[in-house]
């Protein structure tokens, strides 16, 4: 089992920026990726970002690409996710994840492990 638990949200204004953690923990040598999801009141959760764990590579949903970045810290099994240029769209609740299939990243069923989630409230 992976344990996975996210913090940095909170209520910022439009332009704002805010640093999302997600620390791993438990049996993280079965991650072979971690990712970002998001999920507005009444929405689908929607694909934010991934990283694989060995190589490094990063993917980013096109909505947000050029504002959001992920990265990871390898020895403190702890990915981040840095959010610039807020937009009141952006709000919703981060779900951080984990998986080892192979598939699709910017699927929800190919991770094993969520989050409870991180709210992230943007005012305009």
């Known amino acids: 089992q992976v344990q996975l638990v996210e913090s940095g949200g909170g209520l910022v204004q439009a332009g704002g920026s805010l640093r999302l953690s997600c620390a791993a923990s438990?049996?993280?040598?079965?991650?072979?990726?971690m990712g970002w999801f998001r999920q507005a009141p009444g929405k689908e959760r929607e694909y934010v970002a991934s990283?694989?764990?060995?190589?490094?590579?990063?993917y980013v949903a096109r909505s947000v690409q050029g504002r959001f970045t992920i990265s990871k810290d390898n020895a403190k099994n702890t990915v981040y996710l840095q959010m610039n240029t807020l937009k009141p769209e952006d709000t919703a609740v981060y779900f951080c994840?984990?998986?080892?299939?192979?598939?699709?990243?910017?699927?929800?069923?190919?991770?094993?492990?969520w989050g409870q989630g991180t709210q992230v409230t943007v005012s305009s």
């Open positions: 994840a984990a998986g080892s299939r192979v598939g699709n990243l910017v699927e929800t069923n190919v991770y094993d492990y």
């Open positions: 990283i694989r764990w060995i190589t490094g590579a990063t």
């Open positions: 438990g049996r993280t040598f079965s991650m072979y990726y």
